[in-house]
């Protein structure tokens, strides 16, 4: 495939699956409250219902394009990113209607999102390492690659906590991933990386404050396990692990200050307060979890938007990192 | 932005141990003794999952002085 056509696919990717995204949001954002399909924005005075979940809406157009891109270019990496993502949507999407009480069953479920990459050999276990290049993992990386999903997409979810913070996290974090994937180059995978920011981008439109709609678990699952299996298949996992730095460290450190594994609708103490004025502020009790939102709004309380607005220049900082991590892995 | 950069530093840092100090430890050259291979390679995993702890211990050191500090 020539330079022009590669960015002809590449826009038509990206067009595609924007336009996708969009139009089912917004017949989500129209539909659901008529079903009573909604939660409540507890950060927000009154706590305002929002249509809820949004999921769906991303599953489906990256689904649907991936399918696509894998019919154009017969590449069994492509197909194997979009089973994961079906997978772990699909997970996700029992959460959202069931709700899994016990924290430990949506990470052990999610190794089953792993399975394809596995089952369809599309990893190879000599991962790039910035200085020193390829190394030989052949034993722990497939034993990698099955704790990877779970833990990837658990993080995305853990950076789900309010208005917009998901999805324009998921925009800025696979820029870094697209810059490697074309510097290797990677070219198929790195079209087929295009879906998830646009599709991000898409929903972000509905989901940016004040949130017209909530992804849900089936989003944000699926959104983290499509970024992971990028990462595998496109073989850089370095420069996806420095660019998904904030949602690793946010989860690291809420599951090291509550020691173990629960589901976020369960933890008893909130790591933030809403004031009456609207702002959030930090939970000064020390069993609160220590949360990315918590140690941001530790300096002073923040109104919402500015509280993502701080996520957002996190995730720029990695991005910049894992961009910096790409050109000392390739370049140097 | 601190702790992210520290972790990226220990990213590379820890990448940089395991894969130039820790992976060539050859405590018996030549060997082809099952027995005495399979110790080499357990002490290095065991190496491995050590600094990996630590990693985690310095994420945790740093997250308490933080919101220390702050509060």
Redesign the interface.
């Known amino acids: 495939m020539n330079q022009s056509d590669l960015i002809l696919l590449a826009s038509v990717s990206f067009a595609f699956t924007f336009s996708l995204t969009y139009l089912l949001t917004l017949a989500l954002v129209k539909t659901l409250p008529k079903k009573g399909s909604v939660v409540e924005d507890h950060h927000k005075q009154g706590k305002p219902k929002v249509a809820w979940p949004g999921g769906p809406a991303i599953l489906f157009s990256l689904v649907i394009v991936e399918s696509i891109l894998y019919l154009i270019y017969g590449d069994l990496r492509i197909l194997s990113i979009a089973l994961v993502t079906i997978i772990a949507g699909s997970i996700g999407l029992i959460d959202d209607r069931m709700k899994f009480n016990r924290g430990i069953i949506k990470p052990g479920l999610l190794i089953l999102a792993s399975l394809p990459i596995l089952l369809l050999r599309t990893y190879n276990f000599h991962p790039i390492?910035?200085?020193?290049g390829s190394?030989r993992l052949s034993i722990i990386y497939p034993l990698l690659v099955l704790l990877a999903v779970p833990i990837v997409s658990n993080a995305t979810n853990m950076i789900d906590v309010l208005n917009g913070a998901l999805s324009g996290f998921m925009v800025i974090t696979t820029i870094p991933l697209i810059f490697a994937l074309a510097l290797r180059p990677d070219h198929a995978i790195m079209v087929a990386a295009i879906p998830l920011i646009a599709s991000s981008l898409a929903f972000y439109i509905f989901h940016k404050h004040p949130s017209k709609i909530f992804p849900g678990d089936s989003g944000s699952l699926a959104l983290g396990a499509m970024f992971c299996a990028i990462a595998i298949v496109g073989r850089v996992e370095?420069v996806a692990?420095?660019a998904i730095?904030?949602a690793i460290?946010n989860s690291?450190?809420i599951l090291?200050s509550i020691k173990g594994f629960i589901e976020h609708r369960n933890i008893k103490t909130r790591p933030t307060i809403l004031l009456p004025d609207s702002r959030l502020a930090?939970s000064?009790n020390p069993s609160a979890p220590?949360t990315l939102v918590r140690?941001i709004l530790?300096?002073g309380p923040l109104s919402e938007r500015e509280v993502v607005s701080d996520i957002f220049?996190?995730s720029a900082?990695?991005a910049f990192?894992a961009v910096i991590?790409t050109l000392v892995t390739w370049c140097v | 932005?601190g702790?992210?950069?520290v972790?990226?530093l220990l990213?590379?840092l820890g990448?940089?141990i395991i894969?130039?100090l820790i992976?060539p430890i050859d405590l018996f050259p030549g060997t082809k003794d099952y027995v005495l291979t399979f110790f080499n390679s357990l002490l290095k995993v065991v190496l491995s999952i050590f600094l990996s702890i630590i990693w985690?211990l310095i994420?945790?050191k740093l997250?308490d002085i933080?919101?220390k500090r702050?509060?």
Request: charged share 10%; net charge positive; hydrophobic share 70%.
């Open positions: 390492f910035p200085i020193f190394v370095i692990i420095i730095l904030p460290l690291f450190f090291s930090a000064e220590a140690m530790i300096g220049k996190l900082f990695s990192l991590t | 932005m702790i992210i950069g972790a990226w990213v590379f990448s940089y894969f130039y992976v985690i994420m945790i997250r933080y919101i702050k509060l």
